[in-house]
């Protein structure tokens, strides 16, 4: 038989959740051709909030890239609208050309809704529902500016929080006297005020915007009561509507969406509808979990199977906010037939709230502790009666409720087969331990692929860890929880995140609100969390000196007698005759034992009394030298060949672009040592493919490699790129550091960071991203101005630490 046609209008997540589902059933089932509006295809939605405060990046959200479609073979037409249907003939008609179908999938999604004040159509005004609206938002970002967010329902708090991350001044205007008063109540809304507050946020409940004004561009918005907040960009954030425009056009049955029966059929038998545009029973929907038993239920109609049936049920919401832990399902509105458990820690800025009806759990509300979400929303979504005896204990959760053990094992077995582990793909218990039976599966990257539960926000990653322990026993092997030190319970990553997120600027900062469990910390910790500051706050954040170790504190490297080695910076490894002279003048003046040439093409002079190194320091500044950083985290050296200049075999001047380098790159901090090298030509004589970063040159340009080693572990340089001008080399190796700045754990050389996040990720994000490695370069070189300053002739002059160096006095 000839292959049916399916012709899918929009490519949002629950198009994309269809085709999966039907590859997997029939893969041959269709000739599938797949129309968007947008010029892209799937990614995940529900992580544009990440994008847009800058915790990741567009292609990290991206599920179906183009090598999947080709795979799949779905003719893509990204970018072109669909302007009506024939159903006579069977044929969509793009702005394009027209596509005939067999059968055909509306998925539209929702558009969002626009309230029509005066000016609400000045440039400057967005919305915030796709990633076009996400990269104008992004690039209408800049330190300082005021941007106002009109709602302060999920989208628009979730707008403020990344705005506020991107450095915008921001004020949230909501109609209602609470925040997310359709999730939330009262007393939760306060909480999540009081939180987005200390942010930086500026919350304005209970006003009503009346206009918004300026001229040729925003300017603000006035309010009701004649007040008037300044802004340059104003994001509505007021809710959404189904996108019914096609299917009305075709003349199907529409009320507040595209009607569908529950195998998700329209009023034509040969169109399907699925996602935000659809209408079920009365019901529309927005969040992710319906919308995907939707898609898979679609899907198994497309292949003949007409059992399974759409159910209309409650969902869970969970604000997707860096550090505010928001969950809530049902209905918890007040009534005279309900009544409801409170449990509030004013000190952890905890509050929950159950609602009950009939001796049933009908309605749930948790901030600041949320763990216990997914067993509250299974009782709800069940309508299992609570017991006498376990009503008394059903606020402090599974492990309490009932006298249930407290066991992790136990709870975990006591869930029901259909209970949901994973809200955003709505994957159950039941499915992910038949997956782990059928499939081998060992670990939680096996059951994201088979499963995509945890693929998402991850917030059930936890609940998916247990299941594979309860199933496997002794076999799983839970992964290690890598911690930066005993002192706290959290990794390197996220650290480093909520230092940005929660715009922490200082140790005791980062101790107190990340709940470190001692009160000055200890030496694994301290100098990881001064470097991350450094990096994240240049010019904000002072550097603290006693949170380095001995030798990046006094600036030379300690030896095993407890003298110091120093070793001045030779740019590209390029000296001069006075140089030489100083250095030989300082070795006589202060009896060195030592000189010795490097591996780095240095001179090091060892055996330095630590009283006298200010006075060796002093004597190299006034000869022109600096810091070599020998000591240091940071860039050491730029190892070069005599390249072009004088080699009768070099292809380019290596010599000039390490120094160019160099002098770019000197003094700036790094999460371990930095190292780089620049051969003249393939016959690599500066060793530049063992280098953390390397230049090969090459007669068409130069070549661009990273992640080598040649220490305790011997590993040559990844190519990265190749490019034609010297300009780009520059560009392309500082877009590396600074990545690796930005992402890298502290001790963790080059060649770890890329393996731990791969080369594609770095590759994707420098080379392919141009934006993007712009970025990069730019905030390199912005936290360099507060980096380039010689630490020796700070200390020489006996201004910066001169007690470090100054012998102890012995009393008498």
């Known amino acids: 038989m000839a292959q049916q046609k399916l012709v899918i209008i929009g490519a949002g997540m629950a198009a994309g959740r269809l085709l999966e589902h039907l590859f997997k059933v029939d893969p041959a089932a269709y000739e599938v051709t797949l129309f968007n509006a947008e010029p892209r295809g799937t990614y995940n939605r529900i992580m544009l909030s990440p994008v847009l405060s800058g915790e990741k990046s567009y292609g990290e959200i991206v599920t179906h890239d183009d090598a999947w479609y080709a795979e799949n073979k779905v003719a893509c037409r990204f970018g072109e609208r669909v302007v009506d249907i024939d159903r006579d003939r069977k044929v969509v008609i793009g702005e394009k050309g027209e596509v005939a179908y067999d059968r055909l999938v509306i998925a539209t999604g929702s558009n969002p809704f626009i309230i029509p004040l005066p000016g609400h159509d000045l440039p400057g005004v967005l919305a915030y529902r796709d990633a076009d609206d996400t990269d104008a938002m992004i690039a209408a970002c800049e330190p300082g500016a005021r941007a106002v967010v009109i709602g302060g329902g999920l989208l628009g708090l979730e707008a403020a929080a990344g705005l506020r991350l991107r450095g915008m001044d921001v004020t949230v205007l909501h109609l209602a006297p609470t925040l997310m008063e359709r999730q939330l109540d009262p007393s939760a809304g306060y909480l999540l005020e009081k939180e987005l507050s200390t942010r930086g946020i500026d919350i304005r409940t209970g006003v009503n915007s009346k206009e918004i004004f300026g001229d040729g561009k925003v300017e603000g918005v006035r309010l009701d009561d004649g007040t008037e907040i300044p802004a340059s960009l104003v994001v509505m954030a007021v809710g959404i509507r189904p996108n019914v425009a096609v299917g009305k056009q075709a003349g199907l049955d529409v009320g507040r969406g595209i009607k569908v029966d529950a195998r998700m059929q329209t009023s034509d038998p040969a169109i399907s509808s699925i996602g935000e545009c659809v209408e079920f029973e009365g019901n529309c929907y927005g969040l992710v979990a319906p919308l995907f038993e939707q898609a898979k239920i679609c899907a198994q109609a497309l292949t003949g199977d007409t059992e399974p049936a759409f159910i209309h049920t409650e969902t869970a919401t969970k604000l997707k906010v860096t550090g505010v832990d928001l969950y809530s399902a049902g209905d918890f509105a007040d009534g005279e037939d309900r009544d409801e458990v409170v449990f509030r820690d004013p000190a952890r800025g905890i509050y929950k709230r159950l609602v009950l009806k009939d001796g049933c759990l009908i309605g749930a509300v948790l901030y600041g502790e949320t763990s216990d979400g997914a067993w509250f929303f299974d009782k709800i979504k069940t309508g299992e009666p609570i017991a006498d005896d376990e009503r008394a204990t059903l606020i402090f959760g599974q492990s309490y409720a009932g006298g249930t053990p407290l066991d992790p094992m136990a709870a975990v077995a006591a869930l029901p087969d259909e209970a949901e582990i994973c809200g955003c793909n709505g994957v159950s218990k039941g499915q992910i331990l038949?997956?782990?039976?059928?499939?081998?599966?060992?670990?939680?990257?096996?059951?994201?692929?088979?499963t995509k539960a945890s693929s998402s926000c991850g917030t059930c990653t936890g609940l998916v860890e247990s299941l594979l322990a309860y199933k496997l026993g002794d076999a799983f092997v839970a992964p290690a929880k890598k911690t930066v030190c005993g002192c706290t319970d959290l990794g390197h990553d996220d650290v480093r995140r909520l230092i940005l997120s929660q715009e922490l600027k200082s140790i005791p900062a980062v101790m107190q609100e990340l709940?470190?469990?001692?009160?000055?910390?200890?030496?694994?910790?301290?100098?990881?969390?001064?470097?991350y500051l450094l990096a994240a706050w240049p010019g904000e954040y002072t550097d603290d000196g006693q949170s380095r170790f001995i030798n990046e504190r006094v600036h030379a490297n300690i030896q095993k007698d407890g003298t110091y080695s120093v070793v001045p910076r030779a740019w590209g490894g390029v000296t001069s005759a006075d140089e030489l002279r100083a250095i030989a003048d300082v070795v006589d003046k202060f009896k060195i034992p030592t000189v010795k040439y490097t591996g780095g093409q240095r001179i090091d002079m060892l055996g330095v009394k630590k009283e006298d190194l200010p006075a060796v320091w002093a004597d190299l500044n006034a000869a022109g030298m600096v810091s070599g950083h020998a000591y240091g985290k940071s860039l050491r050296t730029v190892k070069t060949c005599v390249g072009s200049d004088w080699c009768r075999v070099g292809t380019q001047d290596s010599t000039g672009l390490g120094i160019k380098l160099e002098k770019l790159m000197w003094g700036s901090w790094t999460p371990h040592k930095v190292k780089l090298a620049v051969s003249g030509c393939p016959r690599n004589c500066a060793e530049a493919t063992c280098k953390d970063?390397?230049?090969?040159?090459?007669?068409?340009?130069?070549?661009?490699?990273?992640?080598?080693?040649?220490?305790?572990?011997?590993?040559?340089?990844?190519?990265?790129?190749?490019?034609?001008?010297?300009?780009?080399?520059?560009?392309?190796?500082?877009?590396?550091?600074?990545?690796?700045?930005?992402?890298?754990?502290?001790?963790?050389?080059?060649?770890?960071?890329?393996?731990?996040?791969?080369?594609?990720?770095?590759?994707?994000?420098?080379?392919?991203?141009?934006?993007?490695?712009?970025?990069?370069?730019?905030?390199?070189?912005?936290?360099?101005?507060?980096?380039?300053?010689?630490?020796w002739a700070e200390r020489a002059t006996g201004g910066t630490d001169a007690h470090e160096f100054q012998p102890l006095e012995l009393a008498k």
């Open 515 to 531: 709940g470190w469990k001692t009160s000055c910390g200890c030496a694994k910790c301290r100098p990881a969390l001064n470097y």
């Open 434 to 450: 038949t997956a782990i039976d059928e499939n081998g599966l060992a670990d939680l990257e096996g059951v994201r692929a088979c």
């Open 693 to 791: 970063i390397g230049v090969v040159c090459v007669d068409s340009g130069y070549e661009i490699h990273f992640a080598g080693a040649a220490g305790m572990e011997v590993r040559a340089t990844d190519l990265l790129t190749k490019v034609t001008t010297e300009d780009e080399a520059i560009e392309m190796c500082t877009a590396i550091l600074q990545l690796y700045r930005e992402r890298g754990f502290y001790l963790e050389r080059i060649y770890k960071w890329s393996a731990r996040v791969g080369i594609d990720k770095v590759r994707e994000q420098i080379v392919e991203d141009a934006e993007n490695r712009a970025a990069l370069v730019e905030r390199f070189r912005y936290s360099q101005q507060f980096s380039q300053s010689d630490p």
